[in-house]
């Protein structure tokens, strides 16, 4: 199977402060992919360098084409679609006008309309309340909007970082089944970024693990997840 994602020498840093070092990873086409790593360990500045928001050295070819010194907007529109920590929703917008800002780059209203329904049918809470204020809604309908904003965009790739943070268990649990239904129809391949190990290695086929901005690991999801020494000296479980 294709490679989608291939990093290689990846630096990154904020201002003169250095936070990745020489990186190396890559995902296949279709593949769920985890990164791990303990607070601090570069998991987000990884995220933040694919999508060229953060200073950044090395190489990042996606599809066959290097994002380094592009556009963070011409990264979207090759099909790169971010939720980031935070979920970064619009929060004065209701949620219908959040899900048609997702769109922004697409002209097919007719595509756009069959994607706004199938957004209201993985998460029906959004359609209850598709005119009510972002703002307004609970930390876990938050995190269903913008991963469906995300979605909007029909992206090859979807960057997610720390879904579950800050969840009720059910609603974590929730949201990641309707992941890996998006993964397995829609063919949707993801970069997830968790601090729940146990969580991410349930739903990723292979997984890195950050220290200190540098791959200090990896392996397929249920080799790691199987490994007590791992386990103990990594994962913290």
């Known amino acids: ?134 703002g307004t809604l609970s930390g876990g309908e938050q995190q269903m909007l913008a991963i469906s904003r995300a979605l909007m965009l029909r992206p090859k790739l979807l960057l997610l970082d720390e879904p579950s943070f800050g969840l009720a268990p059910l609603i974590v649990a929730e949201i990641f089944e309707i992941m890996r239904i998006i993964n397995e129809e829609d063919n949707v391949s993801m970069l997830l970024v968790e601090q729940n190990a146990s969580l991410a290695l349930e739903l990723a086929d292979y997984a890195y693990l950050l220290e200190t901005g540098r791959v200090a690991l990896s392996g397929p999801s249920e080799q790691i997840k199987n490994d007590a020494t791992v386990r103990r000296t990594y994962l913290g479980y």
């Open 1 to 134: 199977m294709a490679k989608l994602l291939e990093v290689a020498g990846l630096g990154a840093a904020y201002g003169r402060t250095p936070v990745l070092h020489q990186v190396e990873f890559s995902m296949q086409a279709g593949h769920i992919t985890a990164i791990l790593g303990a607070n601090g360990a570069g998991k987000t500045t990884t995220l933040r360098a694919i999508c060229q928001t953060v200073s950044t050295s090395g190489s990042v070819i996606f599809d066959g084409q290097q994002l380094v010194g592009k556009s963070t907007e011409s990264v979207v529109r090759m099909g790169v679609a971010h939720v980031p920590d935070g979920r970064g929703t619009f929060a004065a917008l209701s949620v219908e006008e959040n899900l048609r800002l997702g769109a922004y780059v697409r002209a097919n209203k007719a595509e756009f309309a069959l994607d706004l329904e199938k957004a209201f049918v993985r998460f029906p809470i959004l359609k209850q309340r598709r005119q009510q204020q972002a």
